[in-house]
């Protein structure tokens, strides 16, 4: 756990720093460093090194989300602790935009910094979140398959039914144990929270899926997609989904759909007196509560 930051901290003190970003994962390994891999954090870790907000080597990035190969990002939000500056000789923390600018140059352009900002007391930007939402984007053949958006539109050859998809999913909302839709890992809890998930159509007839949750597991929402689009084209009944989840299980024949037609939207946060509360509830290892 990294030790908390206090912007109102003196000398030897740590200074958390709000960073909200953008990608465009389709030439990223990832979020997350891996050794020999071009990955989102590791090529913003590096120009952050080379101009930290303050005097001396700030700690690693944390995020709000760690996204896969080949997702995307519009509103992604991550922290690091810098220590403060001392002298004069870098941009002080209360020009944090002029410094978000000189990141920009130096980044390559499938990244943005959008924003820095000092973070609140209790800040965490993985465990303070309250949700996350995400959109899948498909193009079947009622839709205008634009090449211009192929990076982040799956194409889909069967005609999709919408509404059904929708109702298919309103099973799925709740607080369930999601195992049949995640890689497991070690350690990790599949009990989830899913707030949102409902399909409509773009101006250009795209289906699009939103789905907001407390928090993901490792392929969930693209299993969940997968799911929703046997049904929405025929290939399965609208109560299969609802199947697959009380299994508590993989099955082999639940398709974890492409990575590039999903995107990072947007990371809520609570109030800021009550950050540091959600930050350790969120520790906790979860269980259902029935």
């Known amino acids: 756990m990294a030790e908390p930051a206090n912007p109102d901290a003196g000398v030897g003190g740590l200074v958390r720093v709000r960073v909200d970003l953008g990608y465009d994962g389709t030439d990223f390994a ?17 120009v952050v090194r080379r101009h930290p907000p303050g005097a001396g080597a700030p700690r690693s990035l944390v995020v709000a989300g760690r996204t896969d190969a080949g997702v995307h990002a519009r509103g992604q ?3 690091l602790d810098t220590p403060p500056l001392p002298t004069e000789d870098r941009p002080p923390l209360a020009d944090l935009d002029r410094l978000r600018g000189r990141w920009n140059r130096m980044l390559p352009r499938d990244v943005r910094v959008h924003r820095l900002s000092v973070a609140p007391d209790g800040f965490d930007a993985r465990f303070s979140a309250l949700r996350r939402r995400y959109s899948y984007r498909v193009a079947d053949p009622l839709a205008l398959a634009d090449p211009l958006r192929r990076r982040d539109t799956l194409w889909h050859a069967r005609a999709l039914d919408v509404d059904g998809m929708s109702r298919a999913a309103l099973a799925l909302l709740g607080e369930h144990d999601f195992a049949a839709f995640c890689r ?4 990790a ?6 707030i949102r998930l409902d399909w409509s159509r773009d101006s250009d007839g795209v289906a699009v899926a939103t789905i907001e949750a407390d928090a993901f597991c490792h392929n969930m929402v693209r299993a969940l997609m997968g799911a ?6 025929g290939r399965r009944d609208q109560g299969w989904p609802a199947e697959v989840l009380t299994a508590a299980t993989r099955l082999p024949d639940v398709h974890v759909v492409a990575a590039h037609g999903l995107s990072l939207d947007e990371v809520t946060y609570p109030d800021v007196d009550a950050l540091a509360v959600r ?5 906790r290892l979860r269980r ?3």
């Not at 497991?184 to 350690?187: A, F, N, S, V």
């Not at 930050?279 to 520790?283: F, I, L, N, W």
């Open 30 to 46: 990832g979020w997350a460093r891996q050794p020999d891999q071009r990955t989102v954090q590791g090529v913003l870790e590096d």
């Open 189 to 194: 809890t599949t009990v989830r929270t899913l």
């Open 184 to 187: 497991r890992r070690e350690g």
């Open 77 to 79: 939000v991550a922290h």
């Open 228 to 233: 929703l689009l046997a049904v929405g084209d």
């Open 288 to 290: 259902l509560t029935r």
């Open 279 to 283: 930050a350790e509830q969120t520790r």
